[in-house]
Structures are given as C-alpha cells and as structure tokens.
C-alpha cells in the first residue's frame, strides 16, 4: 500500500494542496460532533472522505453514523482487531462489511474513503480500494441522509453512547447524493508517485446535507467551510484545533512503547499527555539522527519525573519491562529530573533548579553537535546555550561519564517516572500544544506553538522539519 503521510524524512517535496489544520477527538472527554439535516436527501448514494491519526488502538470507535432508533442505525467505525467496518441494521435486518486491512500505525494519517450507489459500496486507503471479508449488495436504505441525527466520532446508537474516535481528523467531506472514488479527494503526482497526498476538493457536488470541515476556526470547530449548516461540537474547545496534518506530521508519544512488567499508565489529548501508573515511559513517535530539535514538557504533577532523550533501548529495554532511573541508570538514556539533577549511566550530577508542577521544561537535542540543553519557564540550566553549537555550553552531556550521541544511532525524546506510586503527570509540546499557550513561539520556518522562544536554528519536531533538516 501506498505511504500517505509524509512521515519520511526523505521526504523532500512542498506538496501543491496544504491542510492547515486538524482536530483532536479525546475519547475520555466523550467529544464529538453532531448534526440533525432539516430534509432528506439520498439515503443510498453518498460518500464519506476524511484523513485520521489515531491515538489508541484495538478498541471499537465510530467515525460516523446516524439512528433513528436503537434498533435501525447506519455506522461506519475502526472494530476492536483495528479494521474498518461499513453496518446498517433494520430492526430485525443486519447487512454490512468488514475490511481485510488493519489500521495499526499511530503515527501516520491515513485518508479514508466510503462510498454507496445502491447495491455497490467501496472503501479506499490511501488512494488504494481495499478488499473486503464479505460484501453487501442490498439496496435497502440505511438512516445516512434522513432527517435523523447524524454523528461524527461517535456511536450513532441512541441506546449506547460509547465507542468515540481517539485520535485527530482532518478534511471530512460528507457528500449526499453522489459515490466519488478516493482519487476525487487525493491524488499522487510526477513528483511522489508512492506518496497519497490531499488534494482541493471543494468543487465537488455536495447535495443536499453534504459539509466540508477544514477545523480551521478554533472557535466553531464544527463550521461547515461548503457554507451549509454548522455541527454543534460537543466536549470539544479552542485547543483541539491542532496542527498536526497529513501535510505536516507532527511527533507525539508512542503509544506502542509500554512497560509491560509494571502498571505503564495512560496516554490522553492525542498522545499529548501521559499519566504514568508507576516506573513507566513515554516516548515520541520520530525519532532523529541529525538537525537540532526543540520541544516543551509541561509537568502537571512534577512527581518523580526524568524529562530526556535516548536511543531505541528505549522502547526494548521497556516493553522488556526495564524501568529506567529506577533500579539502573543506562548507558543508552539521559534524563533530567524534577529534583536538578542529571542522570546518566552510573552517573548522578546536579545540574539545574529543577522543577515544580506546571512549569514547562525546554528540551534543545543538538545532533549536529551531539548536545542536549534543558531550560525551566525559558531559563536555560546550568548557564546553558544551546546556539553554542561546537563550544557546547552547559551541554548537560557533560555531565555523563559518556556521550549517547557519540554513537550516531537515532534518538527519541521521552518522559519517564521511577515512583512506583505514578505520581508525575506531564504534557508534552512537540509544536502541537493541547494546553493554552499564553504568549506563542513558532521556530524559524514558521511551524509549532510553544511557550517559550525557540533557540535559533532549532525545529519542531514534524515532518517538514524533518524533510528539511533530519
């Protein structure tokens, strides 16, 4: 199948159609969107394109669906084994199918589309028309279209309000009354012929309930960009519009990096945020082996905290169920924890005032010159400077008895908690914040929305930064 989403760093290309923003659907918050159409319109022919980065797997979620009862609804949802699946029930009627390609990367956007003309419905990943584990050839009407409520990110059953989507969405066109085919709303091109990338859509031919949702107001989320009527946002505000896009792929934590020998906690606001159960880990999604990068951590509960970077033994030495600071100090992490001090191998230093609950810890990793520097609330630790590029100035790798980034090898930022009590919480802030910024700093290219002045000729963590300088 074809990559979609620009998360290679090779990837060096401007794509012609960009998508500025996206919104981010927290499961645990129940939010969703919601709209009830004032007429009819084509009941079995319509198409459902949108571009999604999921933030949890192997759980059932519902993209969109409509109910008039408990017994007669219409959903297209992600099933708990991670494929796609299109059902209608009719009270003591069942049709439906269920896709044969899973859904499994938490750091990709993959574009979705569904389409219905009567007897004959299909489903598109990225570009590509999927097979399917049985097909559904009636022509009986579903409720898409009626004057019933239609959902989006959430289960349309009225009798059950479970199953939300987790995870961020962006470009949902919904069309009433015609079955466009995925290259309508995608395309590749000369330039990336293996790369599915957004195209302009807004021509297309709406009908009569159609909508286009671009997130592009922070304020009405749920704004109708084709000029009809609005969603109303439910659980949703101003700092679920996000960045994140499938033309700009920002870094999150990995959800698939888990302690599995201890309780790892829980990951919440798109892979933003994370609660550890005791001696846990989270780390981000993209990894770097050159480029100087800048992010932010926000300590909601600075607990026992270690804020750093490491190699891929991060995520080995985790799901092998290795604490790190807990009962070792490995060779392959450096962390700086709330109490100041830098902890590295056999090594334990002071090396700054440490920190408190809610202040934002700076991390500036320097590959180029294999230096990492970390501020508190903008004021870099130990006199540091991380625009001293050779001279390496308070570099806090000076404190190790050696170097990780001597070895050249790829390395990950991360968060990690060595109470067995859990009891750090922390947001991080690759340039794609879930809290509210108060003052608001892009770096040089004009990308990310941090708290704090990015240093000079450091980059948020995305994958035009990426394609540029990683």
């Given at each position: 199948?074809?990559?979609?989403?620009?998360?290679?760093?090779?990837?060096?290309?401007?794509?012609?159609?960009e998508?500025?923003?996206?919104?981010?659907?927290?499961?645990?918050?129940?939010?969703?969107?919601?709209?009830?159409?004032?007429?009819?319109?084509?009941?079995?022919?319509?198409?459902?394109?949108?571009?999604?980065k999921?933030?949890?797997?192997?759980?059932?979620?519902?993209?969109f669906?409509?109910?008039?009862?408990?017994?007669?609804?219409?959903?297209?949802?992600?099933?708990?084994?991670?494929?796609?699946?299109?059902?209608?029930?009719?009270?003591?009627?069942?049709?439906?199918?269920?896709?044969?390609?899973?859904?499994?990367?938490?750091?990709?956007?993959?574009?979705?589309?569904?389409?219905?003309?009567?007897?004959?419905?299909?489903?598109?990943?990225?570009?590509?028309?999927?097979?399917?584990?049985?097909?559904?050839?009636?022509?009986?009407?579903?409720?898409?279209?009626?004057?019933?409520?239609?959902?989006?990110?959430?289960r349309p059953?009225?009798a059950?309000?479970?199953?939300?989507?987790?995870g961020?969405?962006?470009?949902?066109?919904?069309?009433?009354?015609?079955?466009?085919?995925?290259?309508?709303?995608?395309?590749?091109?000369?330039?990336s012929?293996?790369?599915w990338?957004?195209?302009?859509?807004?021509?297309?031919?709406?009908?009569?309930?159609?909508?286009?949702?671009?997130?592009?107001?922070?304020?009405?989320?749920?704004?109708?960009?084709?000029?009809?009527?609005?969603?109303?946002?439910?659980?949703?505000?101003?700092?679920?519009?996000?960045?994140?896009?499938?033309?700009?792929?920002?870094?999150?934590?990995?959800?698939?990096?888990?302690?599995?020998?201890?309780?790892?906690?829980?990951?919440?606001?798109?892979?933003?945020y994370?609660?550890?159960?005791?001696?846990a880990?989270?780390?981000?999604?993209?990894?770097?082996?050159?480029?100087?990068?800048?992010?932010e951590?926000?300590?909601?509960?600075?607990?026992?905290?270690?804020?750093?970077?490491?190699?891929?033994?991060?995520?080995?030495?985790?799901?092998?169920?290795?604490?790190?600071?807990?009962?070792?100090?490995?060779?392959?992490?450096?962390?700086?924890?709330?109490?100041?001090?830098?902890?590295?191998?056999?090594?334990?230093?002071?090396?700054?005032?440490?920190?408190s609950?809610?202040?934002?810890?700076?991390?500036?990793?320097?590959?180029?010159?294999h230096?990492?520097?970390?501020?508190?609330?903008?004021?870099?630790?130990?006199?540091?400077?991380?625009?001293?590029?050779?001279?390496?100035?308070?570099?806090?790798?000076?404190e190790?008895?050696?170097?990780?980034?001597?070895?050249?090898g790829?390395?990950?930022?991360?968060?990690?908690?060595?109470?067995?009590?859990?009891?750090?919480?922390?947001?991080?802030?690759?340039?794609?914040?879930?809290?509210?910024?108060?003052?608001?700093?892009?770096?040089?290219?004009?990308?990310?929305?941090?708290?704090?002045?990015?240093?000079?000729?450091?980059?948020?963590?995305?994958?035009?930064?990426?394609?540029?300088?990683?």
């Open positions: 199948m074809p990559i979609n989403s620009f998360l290679l760093p090779g990837a060096k290309f401007i794509p012609g159609y998508v500025a923003n996206s919104c981010r659907f927290e499961e645990g918050d129940s939010a969703y969107m919601h709209i009830t159409p004032g007429s009819a319109g084509h009941a079995n022919i319509w198409t459902l394109s949108m571009w999604i999921r933030s949890t797997l192997s759980t059932t979620q519902f993209l669906g409509s109910s008039s009862s408990a017994s007669n609804f219409e959903s297209i949802r992600i099933n708990d084994d991670d494929t796609l699946s299109f059902h209608r029930y009719l009270t003591t009627k069942q049709f439906g199918w269920d896709s044969i390609i899973k859904l499994r990367d938490p750091s990709a956007w993959y574009h979705l589309v569904f389409s219905r003309s009567g007897a004959t419905q299909k489903y598109y990943i990225n570009g590509v028309e999927g097979a399917k584990t049985n097909d559904d050839t009636s022509t009986d009407t579903g409720d898409f279209n009626t004057t019933d409520e239609h959902r989006l990110c959430h059953d009225k059950d309000g479970t199953n939300h989507f987790d961020y969405m962006a470009e949902v066109y919904w069309i009433d009354g015609t079955a466009y085919d995925a290259d309508d709303f995608g395309e590749f091109d000369e330039d012929p293996t790369i990338k957004p195209k302009d859509a807004s021509g297309l031919t709406f009908g009569t309930n159609g909508f286009y949702l671009d997130f592009e107001d922070s304020s009405n989320l749920g704004n109708d960009a084709n000029g009809g009527t609005d969603l109303t946002e439910v659980n949703l505000a101003a700092t679920d519009q996000t960045t994140d896009t499938p033309t700009n792929n920002f870094a999150t934590f990995n959800p698939l990096v888990r302690n599995k020998d201890y309780n790892d906690g829980s990951l919440a606001e798109g892979n933003t994370f609660a550890p159960g005791g001696r880990i989270a780390c981000s999604s993209i990894g770097v082996t050159s480029g100087k990068w800048y992010a951590f926000k300590a909601t509960d600075s607990g026992a905290l270690y804020i750093g970077v490491g190699d891929l033994q991060l995520g080995i030495q985790a799901n092998q169920g290795n604490p790190i600071f807990y009962d070792n100090n490995p060779s392959y992490a450096i962390g700086y924890g709330a109490d100041g001090s830098i902890q590295y191998n056999t090594t334990s230093s002071s090396y700054g005032s440490g920190y609950d809610d202040d934002i810890i700076g991390v500036a990793l320097d590959m180029d010159n230096a990492l520097y970390f501020s508190v609330n903008g004021t870099w630790q130990n006199s540091g400077d991380p625009t001293s590029a050779g001279s390496k100035t308070g570099d806090a790798t000076s190790a008895s050696y170097n990780p980034l001597d070895d050249g790829e390395m990950f930022m991360f968060v990690s908690d060595f109470s067995a009590a859990g009891v750090g919480q922390c947001y991080v802030n690759f340039g794609n914040p879930a809290f509210t910024i108060s003052s608001g700093n892009a770096d040089g290219n004009g990308y990310g929305n941090f708290e704090y002045a990015v240093p000079s000729g450091f980059y948020a963590l995305c994958t035009k930064n990426l394609a540029e300088y990683g």
